[in-house]
């Protein structure tokens, strides 16, 4: 197998999987009882150079465009290690854990050292992801963002609501990074929308995701919630991805963006989610 297809596959049985690439250590399919509840473009690329489109993409130490090196930063376009290979608890549930450290190429872009711990628990309807951030550095604070780029796998975007927004401030990347308060109690999507929304609920519930079924996603650590959409006209100028696909995903992100976290030297920052499928 090419490195840079490399996959390795949780299986908690009943045809429940999740499969994660090793490139960007991207969640690239996350199947209970056979259904596929992640959305990956048609068109997504899987050079080990590229982020993959879809699935879900690891942002670390940036979000959105980047001086010093790719938009999203670099965790989503190099190759993690397994530090434990998948391996069933006694719960049944199936954990397997993956790590990044800094390299000469993470510090042609931002010279830290780090180290990023990544733990996957594959239970009977959840997933659950647990992030560590370590500063091992003796002397030096650095600043970072964080988000989990979700996208998940819809019949019909315009049909989807996300509970927990309502009387959060948001900003509007489709609105020169305007500033706005959502007053409804359920947000939908209905064109382009790329939206950062700041001190959001714990929990988020996505209605109509795959077979008419409800998402929930739980978070901590994370007070900010991206949501996404490119709608047809900024999907013609993702080379990576369809232009007939934006209906069928909806990215609902839990992130640490609107404000960087600053991490002192010798200390860890932990954040966590759990998608279920209700």
Not at 121 to 138: A, D, T
Request: with cysteine.
């Amino acid at each position: 197998m090419a490195a840079a297809t490399s996959v390795v596959v949780l299986d908690r049985g009943n045809n429940t999987t999740c499969t994660i690439n090793l490139h960007g250590a991207t969640v690239v399919s996350w199947r209970v009882n056979n259904q596929e509840q992640l959305f990956v473009s048609k068109q997504a690329i899987f050079d080990g150079k590229k982020a993959i489109r879809g699935g879900i993409p690891f942002v670390f130490p940036q979000f959105g465009a980047w001086t010093f090196g790719p938009g999203h930063g670099f965790a989503s376009i190099i190759r993690w290690t397994v530090e434990k290979s998948p391996e069933r608890l006694p719960s049944g549930d199936v954990e397997a854990i993956f790590f990044l450290m800094d390299n000469e190429f993470t510090r042609s872009m931002w010279n830290y050292p780090f180290r990023l711990t990544y733990r996957l628990i594959l239970r009977e309807k959840e997933l659950h992801f647990n992030i560590g951030v370590y500063n091992p550095n003796k002397d030096h604070t650095f600043s970072f963002n964080l988000l989990l780029h979700t996208y998940f796998k819809v019949p019909d975007v315009r049909r989807c609501q996300i509970t927990g927004l309502h009387g959060c401030t948001f900003i509007d990347k489709t609105r020169d990074n305007q500033i706005f308060q959502e007053g409804r109690d359920v947000v939908t999507v209905c064109e382009w929308t790329d939206r950062i929304y700041q001190n959001t609920q714990p929990e988020h519930i996505i209605t109509n995701v795959v077979s008419g079924r409800k998402m929930r996603v739980q978070k901590y650590n994370f007070p900010d919630t991206v949501v996404w959409n490119p709608w047809l006209e900024k999907a013609r100028d993702i080379p990576d991805f369809g232009d007939d696909e934006f209906p069928n995903m909806i990215c609902v992100e839990s992130g640490h963006v609107s404000s960087p976290v600053l991490l002192l030297p010798g200390t860890a920052f932990e954040a966590s989610q759990i998608l279920q499928v209700m």
